[in-house]
């Protein structure tokens, strides 16, 4: 008999400030890691499911990411000039072009 299920890790990345989508605000979001893994009697094998997304810590609403989405925002997001926060999330930016 085959023991085989899913488990399921969520790891927090990073916590970066970014405007809400949801309530506007420039506030504290967690960036979230959720990896799912198949198991094989209890152990795990392989990850088949890897998901991120930010949760917004004003207001609690959480936004999907694709992974570059998430590569984009973990590189620009913490290194730069630390405590200025422009809040700027990493999309298009209406000023250019
Ligand atoms: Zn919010």
Do not use: W
């Not at 916590?15 to 152990?43: D, E, W, Y």
């Not at 999309?91 to 072009?97: F, I, K, V």
């Amino acid at each position: 008999m085959l023991l085989f299920g899913t488990k399921g890790y969520l790891h927090q990345l990073a916590i970066l400030t970014l405007i809400c989508g949801q309530c506007g605000n420039p506030s504290a979001h967690t960036l979230t890691k959720r990896v799912t893994k198949f198991t094989l009697f209890f152990v795990p094998l392989f990850a088949f499911s890897t998901k991120y997304a930010t949760q917004c810590t004003f207001c609690g609403a959480e936004q999907q990411l694709t992974e570059e989405q998430a590569d984009r925002l973990l590189a620009g997001g913490t290194e730069r000039d630390g405590g200025q926060g422009t809040g700027r999330p990493a999309q298009s930016d209406p000023h250019r072009h």
